[in-house]
């Protein structure tokens, strides 16, 4: 009896040693699996290091380059010599590098020199004036044609000028005739011209680049007429591209026998302006248009057919237009069931689409000063007396002043 009960004492003991071998097994593996885990992190962090270590290698390699010397080719010679003019001053005959391409070497590129033997190594992109870089606005404005009212004739005839040469070309390739070359928004302040520019530009998914008139008048000589080329080299770059001149009497007034050197750097500007609308060179997929209040001040030479083929008058926008301006600006506002839109197109006459989007945010502040969340009639009413009246006294101001 008792050598039964030893017996089966011993397998139990047997059996709970393989559990816990077992057990113990089980934790072992789990353990090399998370030792192996660490160790692909590990490799993983080595490698990104030695890669940052190699980047690291390479810029400095590179910082211990000498400097190079920035030169203009202005002759390419039949032995394949170029003539360059340096930054520093003086031409020189230099060899051009096999690694750099033969077929972007000519006159006019920007070439980095070697400062030892002072040979082409590299192109170099153009430069671009800062002051011109951040004239482009931006590439296809948010706006489109829906956001435009009363205009319906000058949107049609943007889109035949403008939008139509960029977007189906072949079409006038069919009919034999060349596209307009530029375009002249004329008409009073306020009443659309810059925003059709911007919807045109969304439309055709054009680069839109826009220039003031009094920017391009510059200090120096000569300043203004290299600004002109390098927005129109932009232009060139980024197209399909529209350039907008705003305010385009500022550089485009009539020239007179009788002027200072203010006036005449301000003609020179002028004149490249119209070299370069009349020029040899190719515009391509590049659309003028141009903006002014003053079409009277605008110097003949300038609206002669061939620079600024169509001239497009923006007037003041009648009942209609006004009623679609305001749908315009008050479709994101909360409005009282007391608002006639019609009622206040009607009472807002003379109004330009400027004013009329000046007239809802008054109206908009007057509900909030009242810690109201919607606006009503009363509201518009007085937006429409404060907004017009300053308008009338400004007028009226500036007529005193010119008429004594």
Request: glycine fraction near 6%.
């Amino acid at each position: 009896m008792t050598n039964s009960t030893e017996s089966k004492k011993r397998v139990y003991v047997d059996d709970e040693d393989i559990s816990y071998l077992l057990s113990y097994t089980k934790h072992l593996e789990r353990k090399l699996r998370t030792l192996e885990t660490e160790k692909q992190l590990l490799d993983a962090e080595r490698i990104r290091l030695e890669r940052e270590l190699n980047v690291l290698r390479m810029e400095i390699e590179r910082l211990k380059y000498p400097p190079l010397i920035a030169a203009t080719v202005t002759e390419i010679l039949s032995d394949g010599r170029v003539i360059v003019k340096s930054s520093t001053g003086p031409n020189f005959v230099v060899h051009v590098s096999p690694m750099v391409p033969r077929e972007k070497i000519y006159p006019g590129v920007r070439v980095a020199l070697n400062q030892r033997t002072f040979a082409v190594v590299e192109v170099l992109p153009p430069a671009y004036d800062p002051f011109v870089r951040g004239m482009e606005v931006e590439e296809s404005p948010p706006v489109t044609y829906d956001d435009i009212g009363g205009l319906h004739e000058q949107i049609r005839e943007v889109r035949e000028c403008v939008e139509l040469p960029l977007t189906h070309p072949e079409l006038f390739e069919q009919v034999g005739i060349d596209p307009p070359k530029g375009v002249l928004f004329c008409g009073p302040p306020g009443t659309g011209k810059t925003l059709v520019a911007r919807a045109v530009a969304h439309e055709t998914k054009a680069t839109f680049i826009r220039v003031i008139g009094s920017e391009l008048v510059q200090k120096y000589i000569g300043e203004g007429a290299r600004l002109v080329r390098e927005i129109f080299h932009l232009a060139r770059k980024k197209a399909p591209s529209i350039v907008f001149i705003d305010e385009i009497d500022a550089i485009g007034s009539k020239r007179y026998d009788v002027t200072t050197s203010g006036d005449r750097e301000v003609q020179r500007t002028l004149m490249q302006l119209l070299s370069t609308l009349d020029g040899f060179d190719a515009r391509g997929d590049v659309r003028i248009l141009a903006a002014t209040n003053r079409p009277d001040m605008l110097d003949p030479a300038l609206l002669r057919p061939g620079r600024f083929d169509r001239i497009i008058e923006f007037p003041l926008p009648n009942k209609q237009g006004r009623f679609e301006i305001f749908q315009i600006h008050t479709k994101r506002m909360n409005l009282a069931d007391d608002v006639d839109l019609k009622e206040l197109a009607r009472i807002a006459e003379g109004a330009s689409g400027a004013d009329i989007k000046a007239i809802c945010t008054e109206a908009g502040v007057f509900a909030i000063r009242e810690r109201r969340i919607k606006v009503t009639f009363s509201d518009f009413l007085k937006a429409i007396d404060k907004v017009l009246k300053r308008k009338s006294e400004k007028r009226s101001g500036i007529e005193n002043e010119m008429y004594g």
